[in-house]
């Protein structure tokens, strides 16, 4: 059962206009979320997060959105550019109390930036 | 850099014949993490550490084992592989209390 789910495989967009990934979950003790970007042959590398006490956090030309109602969140990139290409995961997780924070990953959107 | 180093990048071995993969990582986390990927799969964590304490997933298959002999390294020993094994193997690392996790570039197996 996928507690995060991205639902689009795949997202392509012009050069200069925003992207936007969306991500919904549905574990309700997710209270923490991540997205991480990924280049072929790399590990997966930190981008933005949001705690579930905002509904909003930017960084840049990157701005994450949070609806906890809807359990769903969403990142923006404006404007986009072609070095964006490459896959975003969505990454969430609970406040377990302890230490370590486990993620639970979806299976990430291929966005393709055309010049 | 400090950074999380994974080798071999690319591995193959044989059905059933026992692999290991490494991870090292210069950032002096407490925390390492195993994740397994396969093909247009979301990464799937199978064991964490931390320090010498290790946290076994209750769906990691037993034939998957791990060894931490330090902070700087950590072994993912496959005892017997299978072709459902082949994937991509992520080490992660992260500090106590972070959600952040550091990933290396990965280990590509291929059992043939």
């Known amino acids: 059962d996928q507690q995060v789910k991205q639902n689009s495989p795949s997202l392509s967009v012009q050069e200069g206009r925003i992207s936007i990934l969306n991500c919904d979950y549905t574990?309700?003790?997710?209270?923490?979320f991540l997205w991480y970007k990924k280049y072929p042959a790399e590990g997966p590398t930190f981008l933005i997060s949001?705690?579930?006490?905002?509904d909003k956090n930017e960084d840049g030309r990157f701005t994450v959105f949070l609806n906890k109602s809807a359990k769903h969140l969403s990142l923006h990139i404006v404007p986009s550019q072609p070095g964006d290409s490459a896959v975003y995961f969505c990454?969430?997780?609970?406040?377990?109390?302890?230490?370590?924070?486990?993620?639970?990953f979806g299976k990430g959107t291929l966005l393709t930036v055309n010049p | 850099d400090a950074m999380v180093i994974q080798n071999p990048r690319y591995q193959v071995t044989q059905f059933g014949k026992p692999v290991t993969l490494s991870c090292s990582q210069t950032?002096?986390?407490?925390?390492m993490y195993w994740y397994q990927q396969k093909s247009s799969q979301a990464p799937k964590l199978l064991f964490h550490?931390?320090?010498?304490?290790?946290?076994n997933e209750a769906d990691t298959p037993d034939n998957f084992q791990s060894r931490r002999p330090n902070t700087s390294f950590c072994f993912l020993d496959i005892r017997s592989p299978g072709l459902g094994d082949a994937a991509m193997y992520l080490c992660?690392?992260?500090?106590?209390?972070?959600?952040?996790?550091?990933f290396g570039p990965g280990t590509r197996l291929t059992v043939t």
């Open positions: 574990n309700s003790m997710f209270d923490y």
């Open positions: 992660a690392t992260s500090r106590p209390w972070g959600y952040e996790q550091y």
């Open positions: 949001i705690s579930s006490i905002k």
């Open positions: 990454a969430a997780s609970p406040n377990s109390g302890g230490s370590n924070y486990k993620l639970t």
């Open positions: 550490y931390y320090d010498k304490d290790f946290n």
């Open positions: 950032l002096n986390h407490n925390v």
